[in-house]
């Protein structure tokens, strides 16, 4: 069952370009993910994704919105992307009801 029906965490994946499931292991990277906290997929368009993240202020279900959807096709499964953006779109809708439901400030 896909992790955004039931809300389990994603799959546990060793990315293609590692050959360790250690973070800090780079001992084997393919040229498009050489910078590891930077990767090109991040800065298409001449925009880094976090910058713009940064830039608008968003909060953290927004910020991952604009993450997946920006990288989708560009690093894993590309309905899997775009799945995990749908999947933070809902939480921030239930983040919203929920504080007008309590009458707090979104």
């Known amino acids: 069952m896909s992790w955004l029906g039931d809300h389990e ?14 973070p800090n292991d780079h001992t084997k990277v393919d040229d498009g993910f050489k910078d590891a906290i930077n990767p090109s997929h ?15 202020k968003l909060n953290f279900n927004r910020g991952n919105v604009v993450k997946y959807t ?3 096709g560009s690093k894993y499964d590309e309905l899997e992307d775009l799945d995990k953006a749908e999947w933070y779109i809902q939480r921030e809708k239930a983040r919203i009801r929920n504080a007008i439901s309590t009458n707090t400030a979104t």
């Open 9 to 22: 965490k994603p799959k546990s994946v060793i990315p293609p370009y590692r050959t360790s499931r250690w």
């Open 42 to 56: 991040y800065r298409k368009g001449g925009v880094e994704t976090i910058d713009f993240i940064e830039a608008k």
């Open 70 to 72: 920006t990288r989708a």
